[in-house]
């Protein structure tokens, strides 16, 4: 972890110690809530974590900021609103999540308005989370930059008693972590915990197939290798897999020496496929010890 030394977040982190000893003590569940940008952003960068919280009797919720309704080549608007709604339910049953929520905003046109941050503000009040996770604001995407935007600005009002006072407050600030990716300007990822999820390949690469209209369409066309998407539904599922255990190896291999750090030498060496997370600036500032009872997969 990275030194923290300003006295604001100091007394974070005693919040949030405070936060995980009366946690443990009650064994209440985690209470996790994702915000991506479009109905694909949250199971890409972390249904594996998403299931393994959830088998674990954790409560997670997907929450896609915008409904992803002009994301095709050949269909828009409500049509393809419904369509990738389904899809990413779809997704949260394979991966036996709480929820996947689709906001109502159209895709491309996301904006940081107040009322943005207060509707995503409620989310994790109602939701009472313990941890949040988004996109970082460096990304190609104006809707993932507005997305972490909106995230960021709500980290601290989601404990003020009147923004939103319809909603009650967050007691102790959650942990918010950002999504990893592979923007280096103004600065790169530095992932502060990262998860092995070779377990929980078959759940994640499912969600990643279901998401048809997004990986095997969209995306497909826009890259320019439609035509190799195979016909045949089988060898399909297998396409999408393989590309995406790649985009897993990658994460893994980029930070293995963190794998490492947190899993020891031999197990650490031995994951294919992971997903890692930094934690933010903003919201209470948990130690490695701290994070590893947020992330609880980390004994044999």
Not at 81 to 90: G, M, N
Not at 222 to 235: I, R
Not at 268 to 292: D, I, M
Request: overall charge negative; aromatic content about 10%.
């Amino acid at each position: 972890m990275r030194s923290k030394s300003t006295v604001c977040r100091v007394l974070g982190a005693a919040a949030f110690a405070l936060l995980v000893i009366g946690s443990a003590a009650a064994q209440e569940p985690l209470r996790i809530i994702a915000f991506g940008a479009h109905p694909d952003d949250c199971e890409v960068k972390s249904s594996g974590v998403a299931a393994m919280w959830a088998a674990m009797g954790h409560k997670v919720k997907y929450v896609s900021v915008t409904n992803g309704d002009i994301g095709h080549y050949d269909m828009a608007g409500g049509p393809l609103a419904l369509t990738r709604k389904a899809e990413v339910e779809e997704c949260g049953k394979i991966l036996g999540i709480e929820s996947s929520v689709v906001l109502d905003n159209h895709d491309g046109e996301l904006m940081p308005t107040l009322e943005n941050r207060k509707i995503i503000a409620r989310l994790i009040r109602d939701w009472q989370a313990d941890v949040v996770l988004t996109h970082r604001t460096n990304d190609y995407h104006p809707d993932h930059r507005y997305t972490a935007i909106l995230v960021q600005d709500a980290a601290f009002m989601v404990t003020v008693p009147f923004f939103t006072p319809g909603t009650p407050r967050v007691e102790d600030n959650p942990v918010f972590l950002y999504f990893s990716d592979r923007f280096e300007k103004p600065s790169p990822f530095e992932p502060d915990i990262i998860v092995g999820i070779d377990d929980v390949g078959d759940q994640k690469y499912a969600c990643m197939a279901a998401l048809r209209s997004q990986f095997s369409d969209w995306n497909a066309w826009l890259g320019g290798y439609h035509d190799e998407v195979p016909k045949e539904e089988d060898a399909r599922k297998a396409w999408i897999q393989d590309r995406f255990q790649a985009r897993d190896a990658n994460v893994a291999n980029r930070h293995r020496d963190l794998l490492i750090e947190y899993y020891g030498e031999e197990r650490g060496r031995a994951f294919k496929f992971a997903e890692a997370f930094e934690v933010s600036e903003y919201g209470s500032q948990p130690t490695r010890e701290q994070l590893k009872q947020l992330f609880p997969f980390f004994d044999e």
